[in-house]
């Protein structure tokens, strides 16, 4: 072989562009769950290059084998590599990125065991030219069918992340026996003989061109994986030097499996394997979401590990409601009321995968699955699925004209979602009580992760809906106040989110029951009006107007989500009270204390809570009774 065609790795020099550091490229957003991010991208990816003359579903399947770091190709100088962007980097000031590079550089070159994930998928049309380009040769082209998900566009960054090498290694057979062999690195700008290097190399011949001859990959790598280079089917192979997933990767990542990929996996779309575990199809679904979530709560605060049972449950047992939206075209919900379910939506697109679990408070609990996989409509929603494909907003939209329209069709959703859950409510509701004028002070209007914008309180309020209102029994007309308090029956039990005083219990003779000292009590003659205001960092802020008699002090203010007969318990992230009194209050969990009103008998309090999430608040004001000396 001679050295023109030689395979090594190539980094060209950087000439006149721009220096790379560690925050640039593709991987910066993909960084710190290596288990959740692969397995999202890996499988959007693999479905996009579905073989669509095949009626089979397609395979993938995710395999770690452990090997000599020095087996892989080109392994003495990418550890040379990895030094220097070490030396780099310290020179420039960033000593714990630096750390990382060298334990790479130190397992390379003391020849270290490193463990390889291998993802393989079938029934793929492989490496074809286009999806090369994507992949290997550019950065930020995408495939732009609206049916596709993740279609090798800068979602890549999760292979190279997955890598103590930032490193991967392709090989792939398309259409016609074509094959394809490469390695590619994302690191940073380095210098090698004094010559500043790009930060993108790739392991091949010539121009940074791919290997086609099978025969000229390093033996000593190929042998490592005889079912990669001896294999015929068409399909691709990424093989992940150095994975850095932690010793439950297995687990982790069959649940992000199940958490994101269930729908595609029950339609017959998606098989997988991972390991030397059970296959994921649509014959084992339901077996393995009951193996790994039916202990798991169904209410869950961390986006990212939701429980897909009740998901899965809604859109298996509900009969899917399916309009003809104006924007977004024919999309189903499905929709299932449960006691213990969490308050959440799914979000799905074409190919199938969920891309985020939105929360709608309602006043009886349910699951939910909101799909739009036409053609239409799938476009518009990828127009605002952010690079890692976990969240839906408008303003991710490129154009300003596709901007326009994404808030449209986004604010339609929304609106739909919304009047189906006020349907169920009302529909439940309607069994026990019937209140004319009652809905005026019950406000069900509570999102999460909305995407709207803007600074405008009125605007808010009036065009989405973020005004709620929470009022004290006082301020209802007395007639409707009496037959409220008249009701004495209801179809559920539901446990209020306020202190109940314990009280003293004595034996012999019955005697008066009094309240225990120092128990907190509900406190009369308080009002609330709260708003919630969408902010640039994606934690609406909550404005909360009290009032109540000047200089009253309220020893606690409870804060929820819900209304009367309904409530959430929040955890409160940052509490600011106006200057108007010289008194700050503290707050702990969801609680607000020792919060005294000004002269006008008003204070205002701006509010965070820790899951970001906008609500319709529930306020209940105690006073501590003082034991009497």
């Given at each position: 072989?001679?050295?023109?065609?030689?395979?090594?790795?190539?980094?060209?020099?950087?000439?006149?562009?721009?220096?790379?550091?560690?925050?640039?490229?593709?991987?910066?957003?993909?960084?710190?769950?290596?288990?959740?991010?692969?397995?999202?991208?890996?499988?959007?990816?693999?479905?996009?290059?579905?073989?669509?003359?095949?009626?089979?579903?397609?395979?993938?399947?995710?395999?770690?084998?452990?090997?000599?770091?020095?087996?892989?190709?080109?392994?003495?100088?990418?550890?040379?590599?990895?030094?220097?962007?070490?030396?780099?980097?310290?020179?420039?000031?960033?000593?714990?990125?630096?750390?990382?590079?060298?334990?790479?550089?130190?397992?390379?070159?003391?020849?270290?065991?490193?463990?390889?994930?291998?993802?393989?998928?079938?029934?793929?049309?492989?490496?074809?030219?286009?999806?090369?380009?994507?992949?290997?040769?550019?950065?930020?082209?995408?495939?732009?069918q609206s049916g596709s998900g993740g279609s090798f566009?800068?979602?890549?960054?999760?292979?190279?992340?997955?890598?103590?090498?930032?490193?991967?290694?392709?090989?792939?057979?398309?259409?016609?026996?074509?094959?394809?062999?490469?390695?590619?690195?994302?690191?940073?700008?380095?210098?090698?003989?004094?010559?500043?290097?790009?930060?993108?190399?790739?392991?091949?011949?010539?121009?940074?061109?791919?290997?086609?001859?099978?025969?000229?990959?390093?033996?000593?790598?190929?042998?490592?994986?005889?079912?990669?280079?001896?294999?015929?089917?068409?399909?691709?192979?990424?093989?992940?030097?150095?994975?850095?997933?932690?010793?439950?990767?297995?687990?982790?990542?069959?649940?992000?499996?199940?958490?994101?990929?269930?729908?595609?996996?029950?339609?017959?779309?998606?098989?997988?394997?991972?390991?030397?575990?059970?296959?994921?199809?649509?014959?084992?679904?339901?077996?393995?979401?009951h193996k790994y979530f039916s202990k798991a709560p169904?209410?869950?605060?961390?986006?990212?590990?939701?429980?897909?049972?009740?998901?899965?449950?809604?859109?298996?047992?509900?009969?899917?409601?399916?309009?003809?939206?104006?924007?977004?075209?024919?999309?189903?919900?499905?929709?299932?009321?449960?006691?213990?379910?969490?308050?959440?939506?799914?979000?799905?697109?074409?190919?199938?995968?969920?891309?985020?679990?939105?929360?709608?408070?309602?006043?009886?609990?349910?699951?939910?699955?909101?799909?739009?996989?036409?053609?239409?409509?799938?476009?518009?929603?990828?127009?605002?699925?952010?690079?890692?494909?976990?969240?839906?907003?408008?303003?991710?939209?490129?154009?300003?004209?596709?901007?326009?329209?994404?808030?449209?069709?986004?604010?339609?959703?929304?609106?739909?979602?919304?009047?189906?859950?006020?349907?169920?409510?009302?529909?439940?509701?309607?069994?026990?009580?019937?209140?004319?004028?009652?809905?005026?002070?019950?406000?069900?209007?509570?999102?999460?992760?909305?995407?709207?914008?803007?600074?405008?309180?009125?605007?808010?309020?009036?065009?989405?809906?973020?005004?709620?209102?929470?009022?004290?029994?006082?301020?209802?007309?007395?007639?409707?106040?009496?037959?409220?308090?008249?009701?004495?029956?209801?179809?559920?039990?539901?446990?209020?989110?306020?202190?109940?005083?314990?009280?003293?219990?004595?034996?012999?003779?019955?005697?008066?029951?009094?309240?225990?000292?120092?128990?907190?009590?509900?406190?009369?003659?308080?009002?609330?009006?709260?708003?919630?205001?969408?902010?640039?960092?994606?934690?609406?802020?909550?404005?909360?107007?009290?009032?109540?008699?000047?200089?009253?002090?309220?020893?606690?203010?409870?804060?929820?989500?819900?209304?009367?007969?309904?409530?959430?318990?929040?955890?409160?992230?940052?509490?600011?009270?106006?200057?108007?009194?010289?008194?700050?209050?503290?707050?702990?969990?969801?609680?607000?204390?020792?919060?005294?009103?000004?002269?006008?008998?008003?204070?205002?309090?701006?509010?965070?809570?820790?899951?970001?999430?906008?609500?319709?608040?529930?306020?209940?004001?105690?006073?501590?009774?003082?034991?009497?000396?």
């Amino acid at each position: 072989m001679d050295n023109q065609n030689k395979p090594e790795w190539i980094f060209d020099d950087l000439r006149g562009s721009m220096a790379s550091g560690p925050n640039a490229g593709p991987t910066v957003e993909f960084r710190g769950n290596p288990s959740y991010y692969i397995a999202r991208e890996a499988l959007q990816n693999i479905m996009d290059a579905h073989d669509e003359s095949s009626a089979k579903p397609v395979e993938a399947e995710f395999k770690v084998i452990s090997m000599p770091a020095s087996d892989i190709p080109g392994s003495k100088h990418l550890g040379e590599v990895l030094s220097s962007c070490a030396v780099y980097l310290r020179g420039k000031g960033a000593t714990d990125t630096a750390v990382e590079f060298e334990k790479g550089a130190k397992k390379i070159t003391e020849n270290h065991s490193i463990e390889v994930l291998r993802i393989s998928d079938y029934d793929t049309v492989g490496m074809t030219d286009e999806n090369w380009f994507r992949f290997a040769e550019s950065v930020g082209f995408s495939n732009k069918q609206s049916g596709s998900g993740g279609s090798f566009g800068l979602g890549k960054g999760a292979y190279y992340v997955s890598s103590g090498f930032l490193s991967l290694f392709i090989s792939s057979i398309a259409s016609g026996n074509s094959n394809v062999f490469a390695g590619k690195s994302i690191v940073t700008t380095f210098e090698h003989k004094g010559v500043r290097k790009q930060n993108n190399g790739t392991y091949g011949i010539g121009e940074q061109q791919p290997i086609r001859d099978r025969a000229s990959i390093p033996m000593n790598f190929t042998k490592h994986f005889p079912d990669v280079f001896g294999r015929s089917r068409t399909g691709t192979d990424f093989l992940i030097p150095d994975f850095i997933g932690d010793e439950n990767w297995e687990s982790e990542l069959v649940k992000s499996i199940l958490r994101y990929f269930w729908l595609p996996i029950i339609m017959g779309k998606l098989v997988v394997k991972v390991q030397d575990g059970e296959a994921i199809s649509a014959d084992t679904i339901e077996h393995l979401l009951h193996k790994y979530f039916s202990k798991a709560p169904f209410q869950w605060d961390n986006t990212d590990a939701p429980n897909p049972l009740p998901l899965y449950y809604a859109y298996r047992r509900a009969t899917p409601i399916e309009p003809d939206l104006k924007y977004l075209g024919k999309v189903r919900l499905y929709l299932l009321p449960a006691d213990s379910y969490p308050n959440r939506v799914a979000l799905i697109r074409k190919p199938g995968m969920v891309v985020d679990c939105i929360k709608k408070n309602s006043m009886n609990r349910y699951a939910a699955v909101f799909i739009c996989d036409n053609k239409e409509g799938n476009s518009l929603l990828r127009e605002m699925e952010n690079q890692e494909h976990n969240e839906w907003k408008w303003e991710n939209a490129k154009t300003e004209e596709n901007r326009a329209k994404a808030k449209k069709a986004y604010l339609e959703m929304e609106t739909f979602i919304k009047d189906e859950l006020q349907k169920l409510s009302t529909s439940k509701e309607e069994r026990y009580l019937s209140i004319e004028g009652l809905e005026d002070f019950i406000s069900m209007d509570t999102e999460e992760g909305s995407g709207t914008g803007g600074d405008e309180k009125e605007k808010n309020a009036k065009e989405y809906g973020d005004e709620a209102t929470v009022e004290t029994m006082k301020n209802l007309d007395p007639k409707i106040k009496k037959k409220v308090l008249s009701i004495k029956e209801r179809p559920e039990q539901v446990e209020p989110d306020i202190y109940i005083p314990p009280l003293e219990k004595k034996k012999g003779k019955k005697k008066k029951k009094k309240v225990t000292p120092n128990a907190p009590r509900p406190l009369a003659g308080i009002s609330f009006l709260s708003f919630a205001e969408s902010d640039s960092d994606s934690n609406p802020t909550h404005h909360i107007q009290i009032k109540g008699e000047p200089g009253k002090k309220i020893d606690i203010v409870q804060i929820s989500a819900g209304g009367d007969d309904v409530s959430e318990r929040l955890l409160l992230k940052t509490v600011s009270a106006d200057k108007t009194v010289a008194n700050e209050p503290v707050f702990g969990e969801n609680e607000v204390r020792n919060l005294v009103l000004g002269k006008t008998g008003e204070r205002k309090l701006k509010v965070k809570f820790k899951d970001s999430g906008k609500y319709s608040l529930r306020l209940n004001a105690f006073e501590i009774i003082k034991k009497r000396s």
